[in-house]
């Protein structure tokens, strides 16, 4: 981890409610509902920003953890230079944790910093945030190389009584795979930081904007380790997340630990609220 992700915001909005609600557990085994939606900085697929339309569709959710990529801090013009991470949290009333990928200076002495990035809304309180750094190319290096950056965050969450550890990342969008491969070596890595020296590893959860479909070969090491939570059949059209208007592909992800998740239902909801539709998972985390 970098010095850059000791600028994640860790926040909570009044009146969250300290479980989730959902259906009662069955055999030991702990259901939770989770997401992941790129919000394209607040804008939709009519390229207008509106933050307020965004955080309908979030709540209508009705998730217990959401990840969100394309978050603007402060950033430009494009999203009224707000502050997207802690707006959304007030507004869906769920805990906030931003991990910027970009820390830059601000437009104007004096302003906040100008940040972007991506973020987890939980209605469970943060037991502990980091924000991770993975490899990546940057966007505002005129001639960038592949080198570690922030914006890959961990949160630790208790859902009744068991801890979850929740990742949210953006890998690369170029067409060349190489970064991307990267990425998922130094997730893979991070992640398994967390297993004990026996091997025993936490209930956890990668969910994400991905940037290429499952079968992608990049990607293939991922599933050694992690279920895949969709498509199904309540998904529609295969569970295509982009671009929003007319889904033709599946590059958003919910995912989990394959040994202690099983998942009961994915859905992607018809939404333009930005160019990606969101995935909801509703899955049952095993106690054991």
Excluded at 10 to 38: D, E, F, I, K
Excluded at 177 to 191: C, G, H, K, L, S
Excluded at 218 to 241: F, M, N, R, V
Aim: aromatic share 6%.
């Amino acid at each position: 981890m970098t010095a850059g992700a000791v600028l994640g915001v860790l926040g909570t909005s009044p009146g969250v409610a300290g479980a989730a609600p959902g259906p009662a557990a069955h055999g030991g085994a702990v259901p939770l509902r989770v997401a992941s939606y790129n919000i394209h900085a607040g804008a939709g697929t009519d390229n207008v920003f509106d933050l307020d339309r965004t955080a309908g569709e979030l709540r209508a959710l009705h998730a217990d953890v959401i990840g969100l990529e394309e978050v603007d801090v402060h950033w430009d013009a494009r999203s009224q230079w707000r502050d997207l991470a802690a707006e959304l949290g007030r507004a869906t009333r769920m805990h906030v944790y931003f991990a910027p990928i970009y820390d830059e200076d601000p437009a104007t002495e004096g302003a906040p910093r100008r940040q972007y990035g991506v973020a987890v809304l939980s209605r469970f309180a943060f037991r502990s945030a980091e924000n991770h750094d993975i490899t990546r190319l940057s966007t505002q290096d005129p001639d960038p190389v592949p080198a570690p950056a922030p914006g890959f965050p961990e949160v630790v969450v208790k859902v009744r009584g068991v801890p979850v550890h929740v990742y949210v990342t953006h890998l690369d969008y170029r067409a060349d795979p190489a970064v991307r491969r990267a990425q998922v070596a130094d997730t893979r890595r991070i992640m398994a930081e967390d297993c004990g020296p026996t091997g025993h590893c936490p209930r956890q959860i990668l969910v994400g904007d991905f940037n290429a479909t499952p079968d992608a070969p990049e990607l293939a090491p991922l599933w050694q380790d992690l279920l895949d939570a969709g498509p199904d059949a309540s998904a529609g059209a295969a569970g295509y997340t982009y671009p929003a208007l007319n889904p033709e592909k599946r590059i958003d992800f919910v995912t989990g630990s394959r040994e202690a998740m099983s998942v009961r239902a994915v859905t992607v909801p018809d939404t333009l609220a930005s160019d990606h539709r969101p995935v909801v998972a509703d899955v049952t985390l095993r106690r054991g």
